[in-house]
């Protein structure tokens, strides 16, 4: 998930929208579905969401946004303003929720040792993942976006001296699905490591973002843009093996479209919810980290003292909104403004690529949440 500064009143609405529903899709999946999952004991869910469409379409949204920014500011400064916003508090995040789960875990759960800690704050469970159990699975987007982002870096580094954007978008895909058989067919550890270290299964995701920026920018036609897309889309069927959640995927996908090629949903959406939608998309990204390890040990506490299903998922919700939030205002942000502060006079403040705009691209750089 891409964090963002605190949300600005600039911003369209429509992405503050598209960033709270698919982070409280994320915890529905991981409450309903994925908690009995892990936990067998905790029972029968009393409603399943079962499809993971909420991590996927946020990968969508930090790919437009990667497009985004790059055309905006220098490359440099944004991918530094990236990493000094995800991962100081990811590290927290890990530490708090090691820390919690060898407080509180029920007895005979699982709980990840200080070593466990140690490996996932340096994210090698892509690189080995028989030796590194997640502390929290949902950590698996860090590494990947981390990828996307530095190659995005390199990529507007090159400046004039590489391929179009469009064909670079097209060579991603190709070889994301060329590298997939010989991933599923062969046992060879290097090229295993290689594939899924550096986040090759999501590509697609990532493309399908920068694809909608570059027909929100009129860089390409929208029918191009579309044929990226749905390249994009069943690429992620071949990937994953669930129709569903390709179709959920999608139908959100178009979503994501909409808000960067259509009006401002604020028309649609009541006023009196809009500084609750900012808010709760501002702190998106804390929630994310936060709420999937310690929600569980949140539902088998209430389980052990007789709470149903009905009780358990809003009550993973409420810990997720809880802690992401005080993860956001007490780590986040003000780390965040404090690194970019040291940092930023010691960067470049040139190399930002002459953007060509659409009078309905978003005036806000940064993505909510």
Known sequence: MCPADRPSTNRRLSWDVLRAATAL?????????????????????????????????????????????????PALRWWVGRVCRLLPAFWVAVLVTTLL???????????????????????????TPDATPYVDASYWTLPVQLSAFTAVLLVACAGRRRPATPVLLWGALVTEMLLLPIRLHTSHEPFRMFHDGLGWH??????????????????VRRGHGVALVVVGLAAHLTQTRETGTTVGVALLTAAVWAAAVGPDWDRAIPAVLHPFVRWFAGIGYGVYLMHQSLGYVVMGRLHARGVGPWG??????????LLGWLLTILIERPIHRRLITLLNPRLPTGGAVPRVTSRRAPVSCDPPG
Not at 52 to 72: D, K, N, P, Q, W
Not at 101 to 122: C, E, F, H, K, Q
Not at 313 to 320: E, N
């Open 25 to 73: 899709l994320v915890m529905l999946y991981h409450s309903t579905f994925m908690a009995t999952h892990f936990h067998p004991e905790l029972g029968t869910p009393a409603v399943e969401f079962p499809y993971a469409v909420g991590a996927s379409t946020l990968l969508i949204v930090s790919g437009y946004f990667a497009a985004v920014c790059v055309h905006r500011r």
């Open 312 to 321: 358990q998922v809003p009550a993973l919700i409420t810990t997720g909104v």
């Open 202 to 219: 999501r590509v697609h995701l990532f493309v399908v973002g920068v694809a909608i920026h570059l027909v929100a920018t009129r860089r």
């Open 101 to 127: 789960m060898r407080i509180a875990s029920p007895v005979g759960w699982w709980y990840p040792s200080w070593s466990d800690t140690a490996l996932n704050m340096l994210m090698v469970w892509p690189w």
